[in-house]
């Protein structure tokens, strides 16, 4: 019956003493390590040390694998008290033996404060590649499988090495989530969804990153989805525009920013003829009348869409297929002011200068008065133009704002959705098309707390990520066929 082998965060006993309890009082326990970076804690009774410098890294978890006896191999990834549910370990077993997977994880409970609340998670699948993918905080891995998928890491990462090892098994078995509610953790990250997000461009872990984009460059290439820095030229001779670029905001019911926002398009300085489209989705709080105070521009142009089924996706639809949509295409949201009066010339000019379909700038978080706040400029300088497009399937965005060559918008079409759309985009683009940066801040992104993803449930927050590695596994695939039809793979 001691088919599993627990390998347990360890800093010291006050912490680890419950779920080691916990974990003992099944018949399915064959041993249990606590795993430490302090080496000289004494292990509890029944337990056994292992003494890791990096707990992540590429070295515990191949010393992890081969210390591992049991049929399964059960991590858990935080230091606090871990409680199993009632016979969750069986079902875990059980649900591993009917669908051969290499890994499963379920749905639980988190404690904060002594409050229990759900925590479901998502299916993983092909596309799943962001390194912060939410598996929980029990994996249970078949321990052939484990052994095999770290006996093909290949490099020796600090910080990336479950993320590593997680993508190798991905290759040779079946990651499997269980739909149940099998365990409680006492979860100590209580920030808000919109606090989170930014993690990944967070300088202080700027090494962690870099590891994370080889590890899945190199994964990329093991299953023939990498594609190489080739990119189709851009002529810039498209199509007939009277404008040589528009700003479109999609809006609805932002009375309180949308004349900022206009403000700020409006006081542009350029050497070229442009305008602005606002695709006003049926707004009731006044946001309709707030437009039309600028109504003596000439370059203001004003549309209530007929239809009611339109996403932020579908409004940038109808401005860009518009008549007087320009040459290029730039993003500014209801909610955000671009940062001077120079923004839209340096946008452009980056598409000449960079010979790309797509750019995307720098911004600066502000709050509602446009005072920067944490995390400040986010500049996404863990782009290059060799490999960013490979490793934009790994990262959760691309970077504000968003311009677009509109003769290749247009042929591409925006999804119709409300979140996730210009991500889509940024991948599609870049499996052709080089895409442009600019390093200066020339955008201010407001946060306040009617901002789409300020405050996020956790349901909602789910839908967000499913959808968006539902895109990226779109996207792997058409590159891993674009690849097959060059004769690459």
């Known amino acids: 019956m001691k088919r599993i082998s627990c390998f347990i965060p360890y800093t010291g006993e006050e912490q680890v003493r419950k779920t080691v309890e916990g974990l003992q009082a099944t018949e399915l326990v064959k041993e249990i390590y606590l795993v430490t970076t302090n080496g000289e804690l004494e292990p509890l009774p029944g337990c056994k040390r292992l003494w890791v410098e990096y707990p992540q890294s590429s070295l515990a978890m191949q010393v992890m694998s081969h210390a591992a006896e049991g049929e399964y191999t059960l991590l858990y990834t935080k230091e606090t008290t871990l409680e199993m549910g009632m016979f969750a370990l069986e079902r875990m077993i059980h649900i591993a033996e009917d669908t051969n997977a290499g890994m499963v994880y379920a749905d639980h409970y988190q404690v904060t404060d002594g409050k229990q609340t759900n925590a479901p998670v998502i299916d993983y699948q092909e596309g799943s590649l962001r ?15 484990l052994k095999e998928a770290a006996g093909w890491m290949k490099s020796d990462y600090k910080f990336a090495g479950l993320y590593d090892l997680r993508l190798k098994l991905s290759q040779i078995a079946e990651l499997v989530h269980i739909n ?8 100590t990250d209580t920030r808000k969804s919109g606090e989170k997000i930014f993690d990944y461009v967070d300088p202080k872990n700027r090494d962690r990153q870099i590891e994370m984009e080889q590890a899945c460059t190199e994964h990329l290439k ?9 990119f189709k030229k851009i002529e810039f001779s498209a199509g007939n525009f009277e404008y040589e670029a528009s700003v479109i905001i999609p809006v609805r019911n932002r009375i309180r920013t949308i004349r900022d926002a206009i403000k700020s398009v409006l006081n542009q300085k350029t050497d070229f003829k442009y305008n602005l489209i606002i695709i006003d989705n049926h707004s009731t709080d006044g946001t309709t009348e707030a437009i039309d105070e600028f109504k003596d521009d000439d370059r203001l142009i004003h549309i209530i869409p007929e239809r009611n089924d339109l996403g932020i996706g579908g409004c940038w639809n109808m401005g860009v297929h518009h008549p007087k949509c320009g040459k290029f295409a730039v993003q500014l949201d209801s909610d955000d002011v671009y940062k001077d009066e120079n ?6 000019r980056a598409f000449y200068e960079q010979n790309c379909a797509m750019v995307v700038g720098t911004y600066m978080m502000t709050d509602f008065n446009m005072n920067m706040i944490a995390p400040g ?10 490999n960013g497009r490979n490793n ?4 959760n965005g691309l970077g504000a704002p968003r311009a677009f060559y509109t ?13 996730g759309e210009d991500y889509a985009l940024g991948l599609n683009f870049s499996r052709q098309y080089q895409i442009g940066r600019v390093y200066d801040v020339v955008y201010l992104c407001r946060r306040w707390d009617d901002n789409s993803d300020a405050s996020l449930d956790i349901v909602k927050m789910n839908g967000h990520n499913l959808y ?9 695939q058409a590159r891993i066929a674009l690849n097959k039809k060059k004769g690459t793979v």
């Not at 400029?377 to 060799?386: A, F």
């Open 131 to 145: 390194d912060d993918f939410n598996f929980g905080s029990v994996l249970l891995f078949k321990t052939i499988d």
């Open 180 to 187: 149940e509610y099998l365990y409680s953790e006492v979860e």
């Open 222 to 230: 093991e299953i023939g989805g990498y594609l190489e820095p080739e």
């Open 343 to 348: 923004t839209l010339s340096i946008m452009v």
């Open 377 to 386: 400029i986010i500049d996404h300088k863990e782009w290059t133009p060799e």
């Open 392 to 395: 934009a399937l790994r990262i």
């Open 407 to 419: 003769p290749v918008l247009r042929e591409v079409k925006v999804p119709n959705t409300s979140y």
């Open 468 to 476: 968006k590695d539902r895109i990226r596994t779109w996207e792997l």
